[in-house]
């Protein structure tokens, strides 16, 4: 234990063990996963992040040790832990110049954005010594005035390599390539089990994964369409369950973006008939279904028993409407009253 102060002093780093933990030190071979909470904070004791409560709930950090995370000195803080242990360590300016960087990320992930949000022109090097702006005050503050911070970590778990699947984030090309196939079976299984919500989960992974590896081709490309050809079934999966929980605009913007490139795809004109249908849009509904029928004189049956169901709400809301009207207006014969104040 004294060694190893002595060694992460040497790194400007001061370790403070709170709650020792158990067990021995853990082996932290490249592809372990770690788990743990981390509360960030200035020397004056003022609190910049806790995992805790950042975006109003509690969610633990992942990270895979040597997959080069930005924040290098997390991992060599998390090294010297053992599970369930809780220490303090304050780290020199050396090891903490990115960190707005990376709350930043933190930040927007909590709250559901896109983690480089706002990074997407500049390197990180380049934007410490820039004035571009986090979008939060503290975080500005703190990439003008670098200084020395606490962290406070609590490290919950430790996984092997080959005892957990990677995030998405976590994987090379490859792996990204051999788990889209094992995604998209799994989002068919849900949606077959009637558990919509979880299967659009899936679908949504596997899109945004293949878009990741899609961001790295050249729009066009041999390379770019592969990868596209294997977004649209997902998508047009996504969309159906969309479609099945009531989210009919997303369904018309996603099949409207299918028809841009591929415009004789069948299922993306019927979902984005049946999407334009429940939200009134009637004309675009018709012609969607024509192009269907167009397309595939086989499919004119489903077509026809969906335009009789759009007719038929399309009659029973004017009906409504015309009864509310009267109800609204009363009768010509309705006996007038008058009141006096």
């Given amino acids: 234990m004294e060694e190893e102060a002595r060694k992460l002093f040497e790194e400007g780093i001061v370790k403070k063990v709170i709650s020792p933990g158990r067990g021995g030190l853990p082996e932290f071979p490249d592809g372990t996963k770690v788990v743990f909470h981390y509360r960030t904070s200035l020397c004056d004791g003022t609190v910049l992040d806790d995992s805790r409560s950042m975006g109003g709930r509690s969610k633990p950090m992942e990270l895979i040790l040597g997959k080069k995370f930005k924040l290098a000195v997390w991992e060599r803080l998390i090294i010297t832990m053992r599970p369930g242990e809780l220490s303090d360590f304050t780290c020199d300016v050396k090891h903490t110049a990115l960190y707005p960087l990376v709350s930043q990320s933190l930040r927007n992930i909590s709250v559901g954005k896109d983690p480089l949000e706002g990074q997407r022109h500049c390197c990180g090097i380049a934007q410490i010594h820039s004035h571009h702006s986090l979008g939060h005050k503290d975080l500005d503050h703190l990439q003008g005035h670098p200084q020395p911070l606490i962290f406070s970590i609590e490290l919950l778990e430790v996984l092997t390599p080959g005892t957990f699947r990677l995030d998405v984030w976590a994987m090379t090309d490859e792996e ?19 558990k919509i919500p979880e299967a659009s989960e899936k679908y949504y992974n596997g899109i945004a994964c293949l878009k990741n590896l899609q961001m790295k081709e050249h729009p066009g490309d041999e390379a770019w369409v592969k990868l596209d050809l294997m977004i649209t079934p997902l998508l047009l999966n996504y969309c159906q369950c969309m479609l ?88 010509s014969t309705a006996p007038a009253t008058a009141t006096t104040g």
């Fill in 176 to 194: 990204k390539l051999t788990f889209v196939p094992q995604i998209h079976d799994e989002g068919n299984q849900l949606f077959k089990e009637g």
């Fill in 244 to 331: 099945m929980q009531g989210q009919y605009y997303e369904v018309i913007e996603h099949c409207s973006s299918l028809l841009f490139k591929y415009e004789d795809n069948v299922k993306a004109y019927y979902k984005r008939g049946k999407a334009h249908a429940a939200v009134w849009n009637e004309a675009e509904a018709r012609a969607d279904f024509a192009m269907v029928v167009k397309l595939d004189p086989a499919l004119g049956q489903c077509v026809a028993k969906e335009l009789r169901a759009m007719e038929e709400r399309i009659r029973s809301k004017e009906k409504e409407e015309k009864g509310r009207y009267k109800g609204l207006f009363g009768s």
